[in-house]
Nanobody, 114 residues
């Protein structure tokens, strides 16, 4: 599975950004798509993901601000990030879960400035 991420960038606090992730290659059996992020001094954490059938998970810190849409069955998900905070700054990684294996895309930088 290859994952192509796009989006990210620099935004002021309170602003919005959108990330997209497209899977290609051996996508049969792709079950979950989503995003993790790596922030300075912290472990990589799940931001949001969704499964075939639309079961979404969100980190508590982003609930009500971020929305994941799309479907692993269609190999694409979007992450709409609103009301961004300084602490959302980090490198965001698209990930996929397929037949018990994890796959990672390249990271995309999200920087929220004051």
């Amino acid at each position: 599975v290859q994952l192509q991420a796009s989006g990210g960038g620099l935004v002021q606090a309170g602003g919005s950004l959108r990330l997209s992730c497209a899977a290609s290659g051996s996508t049969f059996g792709l079950y979950r798509l989503g995003w993790y992020r790596q922030t300075p001094g912290k472990q990589r954490e799940l931001v949001a993901d969704t499964s075939r059938g639309g079961s979404a998970n969100y980190a508590d810190s982003v609930k009500g601000r971020f929305t994941i849409s799309g479907d692993p069955a269609k190999n694409t998900v979007l992450l709409q990030m609103n009301s961004l905070k300084l602490e959302d700054t980090g490198v965001y990684y698209c990930y996929a879960l397929r037949l018990g294996d994890f796959y990672w895309g390249q990271g995309t930088q999200v920087t929220v400035s004051s």
